[in-house]
Nanobody, 130 residues
Framework: QVQLVESGGGSVQAGGSLRLSCTAS????????MGWYRQSPGKEREGVAT???????RHADSVKGRCTISIDKATHSLYLKMNSLQPEYTAMYYC????????????????????????WGRGAQDAVSS
């Protein structure tokens, strides 16, 4: 089981930027994948972005142009850079990992609430004020 720890959450004003980080405790095979999800109070968890270890990425339509997912395989770290933040981005952001093959599944995993990921972090809270 991979342990995931998120960091980088915080409070910013609208228009500001945040960079979330997620560190994995164990090696994730090259065929696996990771992702970022978020959940606001009263709402279902939704996918923000996913990335395969083959380099493939998917970003939710709602964040395209504002968020970029990236990964550092050497340090088993996942990142989410968020720019031009708006109040609707206020949420708990979760990191997820899957060690099993993700070939052809990066898009599916993004749009199905994280079903298919095996390990989850405890979350990092972001708050964007207007």
């Amino acid at each position: 089981q991979v342990q995931l720890v998120e960091s980088g959450g915080g409070s910013v004003q609208a228009g500001g930027s945040l960079r979330l980080s997620c560190t994995a405790s164990a090696y994730t095979p090259n065929s696996g994948c990771m992702g970022w999800y978020r959940q606001s109070p009263g709402k279902e968890r939704e996918g923000v972005a996913t990335i395969g270890f083959d380099g493939s990425t998917r970003h939710a339509d709602s964040v395209k142009g504002r968020c970029t997912i990236s990964i550092d395989k050497a340090t088993h770290s996942l990142y989410l850079k968020m720019n031009s933040l708006q109040p609707e981005y206020t949420a708990m952001y979760y990191c997820a990992a899957r060690e099993r093959s993700c070939l052809g599944l990066v898009g599916y995993l993004l749009h199905h609430g994280g079903t298919g990921f095996d390990d989850w972090g405890r979350g990092a809270q972001d708050a964007v004020s207007s």
